[in-house]
């Protein structure tokens, strides 16, 4: 017999990481939020810094000092230019890197964009008990992120394993 289980919505922050971008401008950060909350998640928060590495790890730990905010999602800074920092300013708070998480984005946008996608620098892994995913600051790259990978992992229904079924654990040492 096969055991339901119910879904389990999580308090998810967005933070969007761009010198251009203001609430009316985001594109990316708007999409997240939708695409979260349609799948019956809750927002606990959402901010827009410029692409200032100490900027965004003053948002994120916050945020991830907060025991209420499982999940952070951040888009854009993932790229190859100077000012694209959001890897260092988020990877030396993270307890553990999830490298699938980024080898996979990158194969899953390999089928759109190509060699391109070798510029991106996604990241996701776990900081205090919470989950960290940094995305590109494109809408595509945070649709597909989403509905190919996180929403699945982040759905306590998803068989045969997904990430919040882990959350119980992640404190462990």
Known sequence: ?????EFIPLEIAVLTVSDSRDEASDKSG????????DDGHRLADKAIV???KYRIREVVSRWIADG????VLTTGGT?????DGTPEAVEPLLDKVIDGFGETFRAL???TIGT???QS???????????VFCLPGSSGACKDAWTQLISAQLDYRTRPCNLVELMPRLREE
């Open 1 to 5: 017999m096969s055991e339901q289980r």
């Open 30 to 37: 708007a999409l997240l939020v939708s695409l979260l909350t």
């Open 50 to 52: 410029p692409d200032d």
């Open 68 to 71: 209420d905010v499982r999940v």
């Open 79 to 83: 790229g190859v230019t100077g000012r």
């Open 109 to 111: 946008s390999y089928q």
């Open 116 to 118: 391109s996608t070798l």
């Open 121 to 131: 620098r996604a990241l996701a892994g776990v900081a205090n008990g919470s989950y």
